[in-house]
């Protein structure tokens, strides 16, 4: 049986030493390294988009021509993997009847961004930043066949805790005690946008609040936590804009939660249902109605949940 092994998140050593433990336990194993052909090629891992593409060109040569002439084997594609649409372009090509891979599993590594910003991981901190922010969570049937989460973030403090969390203040006071902690920090500030005169934190208080379900109430916690370190200025009009924050909050509820599942996948579409999935979106994503349903309940409690002076 082929089988297809992804890894997905920054370079760290957990990755490293997940790779090296495939190799002890599998004896037909074949491993692509993607990270150390940027350095063998460019002596480092910040490459540019054009430098990427010609990686990407000699590492899938390599993993097509592995995957054709053998019968059977543990491919790795050892890499940072981190957006889905990537992830799927990957399941899409290697799932073809042709290459005959049985089963594609990726393995997430996720970090806070305190960690990987200290992580001696060879990216400059313009990278880490760029790469933090665009990380998004897996759909088994879209990107894989199965995931599996690396993540100690929460590992400190109890679950159920946050779970049971009525208010922003009693959220944050469990994730202020997690390595997400300088992050969370950032949430405490003002949107400096006309949509939203409230800050972020009072944004996801009052979307806790408004929520009727359990479900709703999680989705509500992590849906804005990634608006903190994402904000960005316009230094022109002075207007801030959040870009990639669904992705950031959709990774730190796949590290609560050790699984995707339809809070992580609401979290991450949140912003795209405001102006409405469309059904070709829904068909790629295997988007059911289910997940629809919870998407346009919480649509309704996020644009109600704010002062806007655009509201007449």
Do not use: C
């Not at 957990?14 to 052909?37: G, H, P, W």
């Not at 203040?169 to 920090?185: M, N, R």
Request: negative net charge; hydrophobic residues 35%; glycine residues 4%.
């Amino acid at each position: 049986m082929k089988r297809l092994i992804l890894t997905a998140g920054l370079p760290n050593a957990k990755m490293t030493t997940f790779v090296e433990q495939l190799q002890r336990d599998n004896s037909t194993i074949y491993v692509f390294d993607a990270f150390q052909e940027r350095l063998n090629q460019y002596g480092t891992l910040d490459t540019t988009h054009t430098q990427d593409v010609m990686v990407y060109n000699r590492i899938y040569n390599l993993l097509d021509t592995a995957i054709l002439k053998n019968e059977d084997g543990v491919f790795v594609l050892l890499d940072n993997n981190l957006t889905r649409s990537r992830r799927r372009g990957l399941y899409n090509r290697y799932k073809k009847p042709k290459y005959g891979v049985a089963q594609v599993t990726t393995h997430f590594f996720v970090q806070s961004y305190s960690e990987v910003i200290n992580d001696e991981n060879g990216l400059s901190p313009k990278s880490v930043k760029a790469q933090y922010i665009s990380f998004q969570p897996p759909r088994v049937g879209v990107d894989a066949d199965e995931e599996v989460v690396h993540s100690d973030i929460f590992n400190k403090i109890n679950r159920d805790n946050v779970v049971a969390s009525r208010s922003a203040d009693e959220l944050f006071t469990q994730l202020l005690a997690t390595p997400l902690a300088d992050e969370i920090k950032l949430d405490y500030q003002e949107h400096d946008n006309p949509h939203h005169l409230e800050t972020i934190k009072e944004h996801i208080d009052m979307t806790i609040k408004a929520a009727s379900t359990n479900e709703l109430r999680q989705v509500a916690m992590f849906h804005d936590l990634g608006k903190g370190i994402t904000k960005s200025v316009d230094e022109i009009t002075g207007i801030a804009h959040m870009i990639g924050h669904p992705s950031v909050g959709a990774m730190i509820a796949l590290a609560f939660y050790g699984e995707p599942n339809n809070i992580t996948e609401t979290v991450l579409w949140h912003m795209e249902a405001h102006k409405g999935i469309s059904a070709k979106v829904m068909k790629r994503e295997k988007l059911d109605q289910p997940f629809m349903e919870l998407q346009q309940e919480f649509a309704v409690i996020d644009s109600e949940s704010r002062i806007d002076t655009t509201i007449n």
